[in-house]
Nanobody, 117 residues
Framework: QVHMVESGGGLVQAGGSLRLSCVVS????????MGWYRQAPGKQRELVAT???????TYADSAKGRFSISRDNAKNTVYLQMNSLNPEDTAVYYC???????????WGQGIQVTVSS
């Protein structure tokens, strides 16, 4: 069973930064897509950023220019650098793994990010 563990969340003031990490228990270099999603209270889970094995990235409009997704294959870790945080970024953030283009998605347990005004 593959495990995914997120870390780096917490409480930060508006305008601050956080870096989320997702450590995967298996190599990620050939994973079709890694990503970050978030779910705020009372809202549906939404895409934040994805990173394909090709290196191509996708960002939600709300994340463009502020967030950056990256990976370190040697550490089997995916990162989400979040800058200029605002209270609307408050949510539980989930690491997502999609091994193949047409296969299932797998999720981490989620980590809370709270941005105070």
């Amino acid at each position: 069973q593959v495990h995914m563990v997120e870390s780096g969340g917490g409480l930060v003031q508006a305008g601050g930064s956080l870096r989320l990490s997702c450590v995967v228990s298996t190599p990620i270099s050939n994973i079709y897509r890694m990503g970050w999603y978030r779910q705020a209270p009372g809202k549906q889970r939404e895409l934040v950023a994805t990173l394909l094995s090709s290196g191509s990235t996708t960002y939600a409009d709300s994340a463009k220019g502020r967030f950056s997704i990256s990976r370190d294959n040697a550490k089997n870790t995916v990162y989400l650098q979040m800058n200029s945080l605002n209270p609307e970024d408050t949510a539980v953030y989930y690491c997502n793994r999609k091994p193949g283009a047409f296969g299932s998605d797998y999720w981490g347990q989620g980590i809370q990010v709270t941005v105070s005004s």
